[in-house]
């Protein structure tokens, strides 16, 4: 994991990948159709969007300060990944909570050897947290998206929809939630495996 770590971007480096990447007309990743673009424009308005509305819950907050042993959060992503989008800055909010926690970004598909060791359900999906203690050994993984979110997408995959359908209720989903059920999952992850 160490070699991940050591050419991993910290959170500013990622955004201002992303930033860059649009300025040229393009985003991360090898798929730079139009479609994917489109995506990555969405998202960077997304992120930005969460980086002005993102209020860790308190309870939530008082745990994470109470964490005294260093963690890092490994997590694998790619601009145009719209879960991505929407879970990548509560959790880097939450790492600013408490120095001990760092978070890590790598993108996918420069890193298909990591991200085969953590597919879900047999998929490439993103964003994958890998939390990993001081000895880099994993203490537990989270991802692609809430559970309640992972739900909807296997209900809508099942039921044949489109790539713009699955977007759009995905969308709705996350707009509605406001990153509670992911600040719920965490809850729960930090008070079972950091505290």
Not at 45 to 51: G, N, T
Not at 111 to 129: A, F, H, Q, V
Request: with cysteine; proline share 4%; charged share 25%.
């Amino acid at each position: 994991m160490e070699n991940y770590i050591q050419k991993a971007l910290d959170y500013p480096s990622y955004i201002k990948l992303l930033e860059e990447l649009m300025e040229q007309g393009k985003t991360t990743g090898e798929n730079q159709s139009a479609e994917m673009l489109n995506y990555a424009k969405l998202n960077l308005a997304r992120i930005h969007r969460l980086e002005k509305t993102t209020e860790i819950l308190p309870e939530l907050k008082s745990l994470i300060e109470k964490i005294n042993k260093t963690y890092t959060w490994l997590i694998i992503t790619e601009g145009w990944c719209g879960d991505a989008a929407q879970n990548i800055t509560p959790l880097y909010f939450m790492s600013l909570l408490n120095p001990n926690i760092k978070v890590a970004l790598v993108l996918r598909d420069e890193n298909l050897e990591l991200m085969d060791r953590y597919l879900t359900n047999g998929g490439r999906s993103i964003p994958k947290l890998i939390c990993l203690d001081e000895q880099l050994n994993e203490v537990f993984t989270w991802g692609p998206r809430p559970e309640a979110a992972q739900a909807l997408v296997k209900e809508l995959l099942a039921n044949k929809a489109s790539l713009e359908e699955k977007s759009l209720a995905s969308q709705k989903w996350y707009n509605a939630d406001k990153t509670v059920s992911l600040q719920n999952e965490f809850f729960e992850l930090i008070n079972k495996y950091m505290n």
